[in-house]
């Protein structure tokens, strides 16, 4: 079955920077978009950036435009999260996914959640 497992995250203070890592196996990685969402206490998950099954093209959610950068390794299985400038409104708990769906703004996960990895920015 589809098996997602993040890591990375940690505690930063602001301005800092973070790269989460989601590690994936069950389905050929590489015939697939792959997302991070994340969900911070009290709120609902959101996308937070998404990038085509060969890296080709990214996406991503206006709030981090110019300080994160999605990335994928094919022959490792991977997806990367660069993150900079972290803000404490960055705060939350990030997950990686497959997308079974991407059709302009219409989005769909393949996989089940997994634990996530969490964030914290604070000073």
């Known amino acids: 079955q589809v098996q997602l497992v993040e890591s990375g995250g940690g505690l930063v203070q602001p301005g800092g920077s973070l790269r989460l890592s989601c590690a994936a196996s069950?389905?050929?990685?590489?015939?697939?978009?792959m997302s991070w969402y994340r969900q911070a206490p009290g709120k609902e998950r959101e996308l937070v950036a998404a990038i085509t099954s060969a890296g080709g093209s990214t996406n991503y959610a206006d709030s981090v435009k110019g300080r994160f950068t999605i990335s994928r390794d094919n022959a490792k299985n991977t997806v990367y999260l660069q993150m900079n400038s972290l803000k404490p409104e960055d705060t939350a708990v990030y997950y990686c996914?497959?997308?079974?769906?991407?059709?302009?703004?219409?989005?769909?996960?393949?996989?089940?959640w997994g634990q996530g990895t969490q964030v914290t920015v604070s000073s």
């Open positions: 069950g389905f050929t990685f590489s015939s697939y978009a």
């Open positions: 996914n497959a997308l079974s769906v991407w059709v302009g703004t219409t989005i769909a996960t393949m996989g089940d």
